[in-house]
């Protein structure tokens, strides 16, 4: 069983749909969790970033973390064509040694 | 410009052939990395660097070399390229493991 799971897609919608991405993880240590969005040809960009458990908003984003349950997931409200990228979920147990563990990356696709 | 750049963006080199990536950030960040990404397998990390001068083996060390001498600057150095070296190469960096990771844009390297 790999560390970090995400289904690879491609998730299809239609603009203005709410799209939900997860990951699950199996790693009970993990404590930082990230969501980076990737557009193609370049590099990852950080879009949320929670600490332990609940949920974390910013703006049309909402991440939310569920440790009992080893369970992470991104909300996009209202998606838009320009959304259209890979989402990558990244987790760290926080120690001094820990280095961040990716998922593969979901690829989401908003059609207008 | 403050960032994290990489060159070059394109590389296609021959097998067996020594071929050195730079990595270049303007942040003063004590933490650089060095991931792969290739498709199936996601973000994997090669090598990072807590300061300079100090190196540590990530989840695919083998066939890379890197050095830090300067902190704003993380060389990957592949000392005999081979045709699974072929990938999509990204740095980042970040204040500390438990902060979040900026990545650059990449180096695309073909090995034929």
């Known amino acids: 069983q790999k560390e970090v799971e995400q289904d690879p897609g491609p998730l299809s919608v239609p603009e203005g749909a709410i799209v939900s991405l997860n990951c699950t993880y199996s790693?009970?240590?993990?404590?930082?969790f990230m969501w980076y969005r990737q557009y193609s040809r370049k590099g990852p960009e950080l879009l949320m970033y929670?600490?332990?458990?609940g949920n974390k908003e910013d703006g049309r984003f909402t991440a939310q973390v569920d440790k009992s349950s080893k369970y992470i997931s991104l909300f996009i409200r209202d998606s838009q064509p320009s959304d259209s990228a890979t989402y990558l979920c990244?987790?760290?147990?926080?120690?001094?040694?820990?280095?961040?563990?990716f998922g593969k990356g979901t690829m989401l696709l908003v059609s207008p | 410009d403050a960032g994290i750049t990489q060159s070059p963006r394109y590389k296609i080199t021959e097998t067996g052939r020594q071929v050195t990536l730079m990595c270049h950030q303007t942040?003063?960040?004590?933490?650089m990395f060095w991931y792969r990404q290739d498709l199936g397998h996601g973000l994997r990390l090669i090598y990072y660097?807590?300061?300079?001068?100090?190196?540590d083996k990530g989840e695919v060390p083998d066939g890379y070399v890197v050095s830090r001498s300067k902190t704003e600057n993380f060389p990957l150095t592949l000392e005999s390229a081979t045709r699974s070296q072929t990938s999509v190469y990204f740095c980042?960096?970040?204040?500390?493991?438990?902060?979040?990771?900026?990545f650059g844009p990449g180096t695309r390297l073909t090995v034929t």
């Open positions: 929670t600490y332990s458990s």
């Open positions: 980042a960096s970040a204040a500390s493991l438990t902060y979040e990771q900026y």
């Open positions: 942040w003063s960040h004590s933490y």
């Open positions: 790693n009970s240590a993990f404590q930082y």
């Open positions: 660097s807590a300061a300079a001068d100090i190196t």
């Open positions: 990244a987790m760290s147990e926080g120690s001094g040694y820990s280095t961040l563990t």
